[in-house]
Nanobody
């Protein structure tokens, strides 16, 4: 069964940190480049970070230097460490392959507010 389960979101003050996790089940994602995406209210979903099976990474300009994507291939899990969070980082965060597949999880809400 193909499934993506995101977790780790929450409410955090500006400047704070969160670590998101994404557990992928099924063989669909096992050898793929994986990405973290986010969708803010009224905006389109956007890619914020991606990581290859070998560990190569790429980031959107808006999160460079603040977010770090990593993966544990043995656990089929992808992480997103988010530091120095800003109110504009508020969104629902999803993981998926890059390019994305039709399989989306429920996402995890990140709210940055004082």
């Amino acid at each position: 069964q193909v499934q993506l389960v995101e977790s780790g979101g929450g409410l955090v003050q500006p400047g704070g940190s969160l670590r998101l996790s994404c557990a992928a089940s099924g063989s669909t994602f096992r050898f793929k480049t994986m990405g973290w995406y986010r969708q803010a209210p009224g905006k389109q979903r956007e890619l914020v970070a991606a990581i290859t099976i070998g560990g190569g990474t790429n980031y959107a300009d808006s999160v460079k230097g603040r977010f770090t994507i990593s993966r544990d291939n043995a656990k089929n899990t992808v992480y997103l460490q988010m530091n120095s969070l800003k109110p504009e980082d508020t969104a629902v965060y999803y993981c998926n392959a890059f390019p994305s597949t039709a399989y989306w999880g429920q996402g995890t809400q990140v709210t940055v507010s004082s």
